[in-house]
């Protein structure tokens, strides 16, 4: 069953941990993303990885990081330095390198800090 | 950077009636704008998109229609199911911002039985 799946689904942090949520995608797609979802304020981009071994930062990416080591994997880690990271965590991925095409999402992980 | 401001935050209508979700932006170079349906508890999928050198495009109920000159682009929903009830996510490439894919803020619909 070809997708993108998400772990964990929920997720509790104490203040000051650093926490990493996984992705993998089994759809050979290049592309990869992270979004971050908070009520009222969209879908807001925080890394992508367009091909392995590279990654960029998106809008918000102060306080995460990411690493691309595998085409089929792409994880993200809050670390203790973002100072809300109490959100909905999307991650998606898309066939080819650019951003004109169809965004398959994963079924997202929450993450609430205690 | 690039703001895509979405509008309405909330609309409710009866079943059977329509449903127009608009969204405006400042980026002249922008031309991909696809529309996002999030369920209750679900992920966002892909419901309808149109490029810069199409006006309209329809999809059975659906439709989105773009005004590159006025810079605003609208979802239309015709006669509403309470299966469309979800949050709808309009999004634009900003070249501005290297391509990135900028998504609004989302509008919740609630259609009524």
């Known amino acids: 069953d070809g997708g993108i799946t998400q772990s964990p689904k929920y997720l509790f942090r104490k203040e000051g941990q650093n926490v990493t949520l996984s992705c993998e995608q089994n759809l050979n797609h290049d592309a990869m993303y992270w979004y971050r979802q908070d009520p009222g304020q969209g879908l807001r981009l925080i890394y992508y990885?367009?091909?392995?071994?590279?990654?960029q930062k998106g809008d918000i990416a102060e306080g995460y990081s990411v690493s691309r080591e595998k085409k089929e994997s792409f994880p993200l880690t809050v670390t203790s330095a973002q100072k809300n990271p109490t959100a909905f965590y999307l991650c998606a991925s898309m066939g080819q390198g650019s951003f004109t095409g169809e965004l398959f999402f994963g079924e997202g992980s929450r993450l609430t800090v205690l | 950077g690039e703001n895509v401001e979405q509008h309405p935050s909330t609309l409710s209508v009866q079943e059977g009636d329509s449903a127009v979700i608009k969204c405006t932006y400042s980026?002249?170079?922008?031309?991909?704008f696809p529309w996002y349906k999030q369920e209750l508890g679900k992920r966002p999928q892909l419901i309808i998109d149109?490029?810069?050198?199409?006006g309209e495009k329809k999809d059975q109920r659906i439709a989105v229609t773009l005004n590159k000159t006025a810079k605003h682009f609208s979802l239309h929903i015709t006669e509403t199911q309470p299966e469309d009830s979800a949050v709808y996510f309009c999004?634009?490439?900003?070249?501005?911002?290297?391509?990135?894919?900028?998504f609004g803020q989302g509008t919740e619909l609630s259609v009524k039985p």
């Open positions: 990885s367009q091909i392995v071994n590279d990654f």
């Open positions: 999004a634009l490439t900003s070249y501005n911002q290297g391509g990135k894919l900028i």
């Open positions: 980026d002249s170079a922008s031309n991909y």
């Open positions: 149109i490029r810069s050198n199409v």
